[in-house]
T-cell receptor, first 115, second 114 residues
Framework: NAGVTQTPKFQVLKTGQSMTLQCAQD?????MSWYRQDPGMGLRLIHY???????DQGEVPNGYNVSRSTTEDFPLRLLSAAPSQTSVYFC??????????????FGPGTRLLVL | KNQVEQSPQSLIILEGKNCTLQ??????????LRWYKQDTGRGPVSLTI?????NTKSNGRYTATLDADTKQSSLHITASQLSDSASYIC?????????????FGKGTHLIIQP
């Protein structure tokens, strides 16, 4: 199993550009989520999905869109990049909702710089 | 407000020594507490998960303890190795919370010196 994969590893954008961060998992996990990690702060939830076709907002959803057309894939779209979106983005998955004691698996991260 | 506070912020110890990292939380109602290890430039990796009824859980040289009454947890690393150099993140799950109900601490940055 490849686990959770993310592409690209690193990206530089100009303000106003759009892009999609890709996330895929091959563990047949129902639950997937996107976080951002900024210096001096804990990970913050952007969006999450409890299954194909179902998504919801997390703590910091503004400026981001998600979709979940398949169990495996959960892309994150930046609509119009802003310097405040410079961050490291992590995708994570688990077998089911975090309400149960499920191990959460993280991808390697995408480092995004917005100029 | 639900918060997870970790101490110390950073720690340097010599290889072979033991250390203990602290986590205090105000998350309520509590569901479970997790410790993650995050190597530089990598995603977090789960070390332990403890529910309300568990006082201690081990994963190799890592031992986590939980006191749900005082809302404190610790992660003890025994006989440290250079590969233990990483950030250690405490995460608390809210029972019945919205979204994923997880509150992440800022982490303790641990450096093991030879």
């Amino acid at each position: 199993n490849a686990g959770v994969t993310q592409t690209p590893k690193f990206q530089v954008l100009k303000t106003g550009q759009s892009m999609t961060l890709q996330c895929a998992q091959d563990m047949n996990h129902e639950y997937m989520s996107w976080y951002r990690q900024d210096p001096g702060m804990g990970l913050r939830l952007i969006h999450y999905s409890v299954g194909a076709g179902i998504t919801d907002q997390g703590e910091v959803p503004n400026g981001y869109n998600v979709s979940r057309s398949t169990t495996e894939d959960f892309p994150l779209r930046l609509l119009s990049a802003a310097p405040s979106q410079t961050s490291v983005y992590f995708c994570a998955s688990s077998y089911s909702s975090m309400g149960t004691v499920q191990t959460q698996y993280f991808g390697p991260g995408t480092r995004l710089l917005v100029l | 407000k639900n918060q997870v506070e970790q101490s110390p912020q950073s720690l340097i110890i010599l290889e072979g020594k033991n250390c203990t990292l602290q986590c205090n939380y105000t998350v309520s109602p509590f569901s479970n507490l997790r410790w993650y290890k995050q190597d530089t430039g990598r995603g977090p990796v789960s070390l332990t998960i403890m529910t309300f009824s568990e006082n201690t859980k081990s994963n190799g040289r890592y031992t986590a303890t939980l006191d749900a009454d005082t809302k404190q947890s610790s992660l003890h690393i025994t006989a440290s190795q250079l590969s233990d150099s990483a950030s250690y993140i405490c995460v608390v799950r809210l029972s019945g919370g919205g979204a994923d109900g997880l509150t992440f601490g800022k982490g303790t940055h641990l450096i093991i010196q030879p």
